[in-house]
């Protein structure tokens, strides 16, 4: 059984830095690519991060560039999200994605994660 | 690329047939478009990607089609489970895009 396992979202400071974990079990993690993807409460999904199998590609959405990295271990299956300089808007449920298949395109997501709550506020 | 989803909110009855529009801003490739359907307290679920081929475990009442810029998720006959958000998403190049959703309530 594909598991999807997130963890380290919390209260933060505006400006403050949080990282975000996914544990991963039941599929070959590092022959996927793998992103993070957001909601704010109340509101619609939105692509954060994606990274390749092989850690070669990552890509960012604009609204996070320069303040977020993504990150993966294939030896520990599991995936990562370094946010700093956080923003209000930044405060969302954060869910962990898998792609659907191994490509040399990202591609759709066939399993999620149940999500780790990041808040930003004074 | 911007997705646009209308309507913002779909009024029906169990038993009735649901479509659902995806515009986008420019064409897309159709093996890049992917829909999904989110319940409340849940994580979405992917019901189609490649803008037709429904995903495992996708009731076959769900159909996507089209191509370009319009493409359609058609629910043939709403069942009560139905009822809930479908988003569309843009895949295949980065940004990967999400359209704003539409919501399927019971009238």
């Known amino acids: 059984e594909v598991q999807l396992v997130e963890s380290g979202g919390n209260l933060v400071q505006p400006g403050r830095s949080l990282r975000l974990s996914c544990a991963t079990s039941?599929?070959?993690?590092?022959?996927?690519?793998m992103h993070w993807v957001r909601q704010a409460p109340g509101k619609g999904l939105e692509w954060v991060s994606g990274v390749s199998w092989n850690s070669d590609v990552m890509a960012y959405a604009d609204s996070v560039k320069g303040r977020f990295t993504i990150s993966r271990d294939n030896a520990k299956n599991s995936l990562y999200l370094q946010m700093s300089s956080l923003r209000p808007e930044d405060t969302a449920l954060y869910y962990c994605?898998?792609?659907?298949?191994?490509?040399?395109?990202?591609?759709?997501?066939?399993?999620w994660g149940q999500g780790t709550l990041v808040t930003v506020s004074s | 690329i911007v997705l646009t989803q209308s309507p913002g909110t779909l009024s029906l009855s169990p038993g009735e047939r649901a479509t659902l529009s995806c515009r986008a801003s420019q064409s897309l490739s159709s093996t890049y478009l992917a829909w999904y359907q989110q319940k409340p307290g849940q994580a979405p679920r992917l019901l189609v990607y490649?803008?037709?081929s429904r995903a495992t475990d996708t009731p076959d009442r769900f159909s996507g089609s089209g191509s370009g810029t319009d493409f359609i998720l058609t629910i043939s006959r709403l069942e009560p489970e139905d009822f809930a958000v479908y988003y569309c998403?843009?895949?295949?190049?980065?940004?990967?895009?999400f359209g704003g959703g539409t919501l399927v309530e019971i009238k």
């Open positions: 994605v898998k792609d659907t298949h191994h490509s040399a395109n990202w591609e759709a997501f066939d399993y």
């Open positions: 039941g599929f070959n993690f590092d022959g996927y690519a």
């Open positions: 998403q843009h895949y295949g190049s980065s940004p990967l895009t």
């Open positions: 490649g803008a037709s």
